[in-house]
T-cell receptor, first 112, second 112 residues
């Protein structure tokens, strides 16, 4: 069974203080690893898809990286508007469907 | 290009009642998945529909059922509501279940 563990559960940063969010996973054949941002009471907003170890993707202050066992979401010089819950999900190659298995998320708070 | 639209946004039901939630998929997407997100948790996969057929189901009882229509819109039906069914219900669409899923804003269901 696919599993995703995210750490830490919560992270408080000062504006401009860079950090990384961790996503550890086990999956029977990785089709893709996804990062989403979720604001309170809203649906997840797509950020990145990573498909193979060594792959990296960037978007503004965010950079996602992937190894065979984990993924990191690096946040450089965060701003208060980056405050949100960040969800990691994996999609395995096995089975007839292509469900996403999510972690519990990491709640990021950025203080001005 | 329209995104994923869900209705209603909020709903309060009494234990034992039945509820129907609706989802319009993103233009061009033919696969719809439903997820349940309890407070403080990551989304949990309920089931997925492709070409009007259910092609995958998570660990949810049969009182959770669904439909997909020819225009790829979808419904989630829950019978005999229980207090633990209170959650944010998310609909996600994709093209044949590959690449990133686009999520709607969700329906907040409260069972009293």
């Amino acid at each position: 069974e696919d599993q995703v563990t995210q750490s830490p559960e919560a992270l408080r940063l000062q504006e401009g203080e860079s950090s990384s969010l961790n996503c550890s996973y086990t999956v029977s054949g990785l089709r893709g690893l996804f990062w989403y941002r979720q604001d309170p009471g809203k649906g997840p907003e797509f950020l990145f898809t990573l498909y193979s170890a060594g792959e990296e993707k960037e978007k503004e202050r965010l950079k996602a990286t992937l190894t065979k066992k984990e993924s990191f979401l690096h946040i450089t010089a965060p701003k208060p508007e980056d405050s949100a819950t960040y969800l990691c999900a994996v999609q395995g190659k096995g089975g007839a469907n292509s469900k996403l298995t999510f972690g519990k998320g990491i709640t990021l708070s950025v203080r001005p | 290009e329209t995104g994923v639209t869900q209705s209603p946004t909020h709903l309060i039901k009494t234990r034992g009642q039945q509820v129907t939630l609706r989802c319009s998929s993103q233009s061009g997407h033919n696969t719809v998945s439903w997820y349940q997100q309890a407070l403080g948790q990551g989304p949990q996969f309920i089931f997925q529909y492709y070409r009007e057929e259910e092609n995958g189901r998570g660990n949810f009882p049969p009182r959770f059922s669904g439909l997909q229509f020819p225009n790829y819109s979808s419904e989630l039906n829950v019978n005999a509501l229980e207090l633990d069914d209170s959650a944010l219900y998310l609909c996600a669409s994709s093209l044949q279940g590959v690449d990133g899923y686009t999520f709607g804003s969700g329906t907040r269901l409260t069972v009293v």
